[in-house]
């Protein structure tokens, strides 16, 4: 299949029609992407923030039990740009500022992956106060980087619409 | 009204309205500042509600300030998101809404902040000692005004959607 087919093809489905058809359905994913962008961030902020040590005198395990807030929000935002994404799969495609933010969810994905598989066990243990290892600081502040950059690529997606590239 | 069309018709206004960078630029440091507040004020209020009780509640004390910058960058950038579109802005009721919703929400902020050191006052009482003293009760109030953050910042997130939804057309 070529890549318009395929595109087509998800057009076509039943979810992204009607939504087409309905207002209120979009603004209220839209509504809902904001929700879950604000779940990540306020979770995530917990989180990093105790691993880079900017808030202390937490037990690192609690600060890890906000990682659900950030799991809900992301699934939130996943199925709601989903749903965008089938309303119109030939303006999103193209665009550069997609592109990009898709790359970096992926890293962000990719980020948390070191962290749980390399940091996740090793933090669990540190108390008020103690610090994190250099891997530890690394993963947090690449995280608060990396979502930074995808709120802002997805603000800036109506501007590159219709343009194939950033310059 | 008069002043809403002077405010319109100054150079700023109109860069903002016509330039491919303005409003882009101060959208995204409405989504980031909102994505701060908003996203503490819900962690704040889940933990006062009883989530992750294991979180010493003195560990959002930078968290808040961190949140009241969140919002000083949503006021400023929200002040000059206005003063783009001044007249349509404001024949559009979910703007005010909006606006009524955020000074309930900040209220609810305000509130939450002093339950946090109505809290830690509590702690240094004599009497509660040991154990005992770790243990902060979550008062009513307390409770309340975490509800009451997450209805409205919900509220104001939405009526925002709903501003560019139903703005009006441009006045001639």
């Known amino acids: 299949m070529t890549e318009a087919e395929v595109l087509q093809w998800i057009k076509d489905l039943p979810i992204g029609a009607a939504v087409r058809q309905s207002r209120w359905l979009f603004a209220l994913g839209e509504t809902l992407h904001f929700i879950g962008l604000c779940l990540m961030v306020g979770g995530l902020l917990i989180v990093d923030l105790r691993l880079l040590g900017y808030i202390r005198r937490i037990p690192m395990r609690a600060a890890l039990a906000f990682l659900p807030f950030v799991i809900v929000g992301f699934l939130i935002n996943l199925a709601t740009g989903t749903e965008f994404f089938m309303t119109d799969p030939f303006m999103y495609w193209p665009n550069p500022a997609f592109k990009l933010k898709m790359f970096m969810v992926l890293l962000g994905g990719v980020n948390a992956l070191v962290f749980t598989v390399m940091e996740h066990r090793h933090v669990l243990v540190l108390g008020r106060d103690e610090r994190t290892s250099p891997l530890g600081k690394i993963t947090a502040g690449a995280s608060l980087a990396i979502w930074f950059c995808v709120i802002l690529l997805g603000r800036l997606l109506p501007t590159f619409e219709g343009s194939t590239s950033f310059f | ?172």
């Open chain 2, 1 to 172: 009204m008069e002043f809403l069309t002077w405010l319109e018709m100054t150079d700023f206004s109109t860069w903002l309205r016509e330039s491919d960078w303005g409003y882009p630029v101060l959208l995204c440091f409405h989504a980031v500042g909102m994505g701060v507040v908003v996203g503490i004020s819900w962690m704040y209020s889940a933990r006062i509600l009883g989530y992750a009780k294991s979180f010493p509640l003195e560990g959002f004390e930078r968290l808040f300030s961190l949140a009241w910058f969140g919002f000083v960058i949503n006021a400023a950038s929200g002040v000059l998101l206005f003063v783009g579109e001044p007249r349509r802005l404001a024949a559009t009721p979910a703007f005010w809404i909006k606006m009524v919703l955020i000074v309930c929400a900040g209220l609810s902020l305000w509130a939450l902040e002093k339950a946090l050191h109505g809290m830690d006052d509590a702690d240094a009482l004599p009497g509660a000692g040991g154990a005992a003293a770790r243990e902060v009760v979550v008062t009513g109030a307390a409770r309340t005004a975490a509800i009451a953050s997450i209805v409205f910042w919900l509220a104001a997130i939405t009526a925002g959607r709903i501003i560019g939804y139903t703005m009006p057309p441009p006045p001639l």
